[in-house]
């Protein structure tokens, strides 16, 4: 395995940095003439309210007529399951609808770091699982709402009913959950939260499953609204969950190393607050991931081109440690699958990092070919994929986000959701991710986070 590291070079202001990376793009293709746009998709990452199931329109002729909303939730909803088609909303739905219905009450990231900032207090935790405890099932109703709008036939593939269903279940039990005031009602609290967490973790597998088999029924704008919207709800409910989990652990584990008389926990722990990493090393994640997509392209395809990070800067962030590792994973298994595929091998994949006042960005540079310029408008559509041999199908997109997949199983090319989540996850916090694609030559894939001490006003 070749891992090439470059030496570090003197730090550069964030934007001139950016700016020269971008340059060095075109400069040092200047002999190739078509040097395609930046590719940054259709614009579907706004979280706007799905509408009626508008895609039953560009159903084909011989697609079953529309269905009314009240047959779509008689038929989506457990509840009403042994109820004609046109009854009334069940005592249940009426619940659903409520508090779907009720205003989400964020909280600023500032507030989420905070909760974590030491010394971490009994109290303060306290204050967070009652605020947990009213707002997920409030969060978990909306997402049982978005799936109820979806056309009936998409709601009945049994990948995405599946999901649908544990949505709902979890509401239930959340519903019914009683209030958390004492310490033993906390441990129970987040006893629930961690089985409930753990019931969800692997679902993005399934519903890319789920939408692929349905791609028929549900054109790209719509099966791209629903998902940013659906991944959007997911990352922020699993962050302030995590967040309770982690802090509950870490006040556990500080409590047990007092009352053992080891002191308080050392500078390596407090560096954690929750799950965010205050002083993240990018170039660290960077090496980190691209060794695993390396090895795991080794695996695959019994080859893998060489690596190279070139670190200007040896930047440290505060930023949410799986959230980064999951977007850099998606960029280089791309970069090494195109690098592969085109017989590329022999040219490194060439990572640049680069930091400036409170964001970082990484550049991600292969000599794969580049992306047609008939496919460039779609790659960052869901289920949009080039991917056809038989080491690249049949693999389901990895949830990795939260390390929940074995990466050394994790596949290079699946089913197309690479690029739109690993979007989704980069501007969750007000970052960005697009392309530059040049034809014959390769793909600069270009990576850009704010430290969340940046944007503590953003709420989740
Ligand atoms: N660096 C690249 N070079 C050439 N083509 C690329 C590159 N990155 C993406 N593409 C094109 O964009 C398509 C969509 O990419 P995306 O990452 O979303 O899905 P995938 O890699 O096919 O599958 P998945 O990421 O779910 O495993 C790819 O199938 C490929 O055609
Ligand atoms: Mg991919």
């Not at 697609?63 to 042994?82: E, F, K, T, V, W």
């Not at 269903?165 to 609290?189: C, G, I, K």
């Not at 926990?265 to 090393?281: C, H, K, V």
């Not at 990092?353 to 960005?361: K, N, T, W």
Request: with cysteine; proline share 6%; hydrophobic share 40%.
């Amino acid at each position: 395995m070749n891992i090439l590291l470059r030496p570090a070079h003197r730090c550069a202001p964030w934007k001139r940095l950016l700016g020269s990376l971008r340059k060095s793009s075109d400069d040092n293709n200047s002999d190739i003439n078509d040097i395609n746009d930046i590719i940054v998709g259709d614009n579907t990452s706004s979280i706007d309210t799905l509408g009626s199931p508008a895609p039953w329109k560009s159903m084909p002729s011989d697609a079953p007529p529309p269905l009314g909303q009240a047959h779509i939730r008689h038929c989506m909803d457990p509840c009403l399951a042994s109820l004609p088609p046109n009854s009334e909303p069940s005592f249940y739905a009426c619940h659903i609808d409520r508090y779907a219905a009720m205003a989400l009450q964020p909280i600023t990231l500032h507030r989420l770091l905070h909760t974590g900032t030491p010394p971490l207090t009994r109290e303060r935790l306290l204050a967070n699982a009652q605020y947990l405890h009213k707002e997920r099932p409030v969060r978990y109703a909306k997402h049982v709402k978005l799936f109820q709008q979806l056309p009936f036939i998409v709601n009945l593939n049994p990948n995405l009913h599946a999901l649908y269903t544990a949505y709902y279940a979890h509401f239930e039990e959340l519903r019914q959950q009683p209030e958390v005031r004492t310490e033993e009602d906390q441990n129970a609290f987040v006893a629930m939260l961690v089985r409930q967490s753990d019931a969800l973790c692997d679902i993005m597998p399934g519903v890319a499953r789920g939408f692929h088999e349905c791609r028929a029924y549900l054109g790209a704008a719509a099966r791209g609204r629903f998902l940013n919207e659906l991944i959007h709800k997911r990352i922020a409910l699993r962050l302030l969950t995590d967040q309770h989990i982690a802090l509950h652990r870490q006040l556990t584990a500080a409590q047990q190393q007092q009352e053992q008389g080891c002191g308080i926990a050392g500078a390596a722990d407090q560096r954690l607050q929750g799950i965010i990493d205050t002083r993240l090393s990018l170039a660290d994640a960077v090496r980190a991931s691209a060794q695993e997509v390396q090895a795991a392209c080794e695996l695959t395809y019994g080859d893998a081109p060489a690596f190279t990070v070139d670190d200007h800067t040896g930047a440290c962030f505060c930023y949410v440690a799986p959230h980064l590792d999951y977007v850099l994973t998606e960029m280089l298994k791309n970069a090494f699958h195109a690098s592969v595929q085109s017989g590329h091998v022999a040219h490194s994949v060439e990572i640049t990092v680069a930091q400036g006042a409170g964001r970082v960005a990484v550049r991600v540079r292969d000599s794969g070919g580049g992306i047609p310029r008939e496919i460039r408008k779609r790659v960052f559509d869901y289920a949009f994929t080039t991917a056809t041999d038989q080491a690249d199908v049949g693999a389901p997109p990895t949830d990795a986000a939260f390390g929940n997949i074995a990466r050394e199983q994790a596949p290079i090319a699946g089913l197309g959701f690479g690029l739109p989540m690993a979007r989704v996850y980069a501007e969750f916090f007000g970052g960005s991710l697009h392309i530059i694609s040049i034809e014959g030559r390769g793909c600069d894939v270009f990576l850009e986070l704010p430290s969340i001490e940046q944007s503590k006003a953003r709420k989740i």
